[in-house]
């Protein structure tokens, strides 16, 4: 089994401030050492009073809370997952590192470790802890 675990970026389109943190793979810079069918075993809303900004406003009152994620595909390196009419996706890269965007501000960021556990924090209108264990 392989696992990650996903950093929450700095911004919500998905753009870091700590340069020291790798980016996301790439078609060029990925593997297929983490493929495979990972399901959702964790989640949590860590959004906190009014620290996240959407566009200028303040974020909404009606988070959303997930008790089941959705599977999590990995296939010659490309991640997938669909959440809310949303697919996010991003190349897994040989260290592990796999940093997923929707093109609509969401991020999920992380490190999938060698438990095949994929421990994620996400950035959109709100803020997320998840965990993915790989399944097959």
Known sequence: MHAATVHAADHCDGART???QPRGGSVANT????DGTYT?????NISQGDT???????RPDNLQN??????LT???????????????QGYVTPQGHL???TGYGHTVDGQIDN???????????????????KSA
């Open 18 to 20: 700590d340069a020291g």
């Open 66 to 71: 997930y008790s089941v994620l959705p599977p």
């Open 74 to 88: 990995i296939h010659n390196g490309l991640a997938q997952f669909q959440l809310l009419n949303y697919t996010f």
């Open 40 to 44: 959702g075993v964790a989640t949590q």
């Open 52 to 58: 996240l900004d959407v566009a200028r406003r303040k």
């Open 115 to 133: 438990q095949g556990v994929y421990r994620a924090q996400g950035v959109g209108a709100c803020a997320y802890t998840a965990t993915w264990r």
């Open 31 to 34: 593997t297929t050492a983490f």
């Open 99 to 101: 940093k997923m965007v």
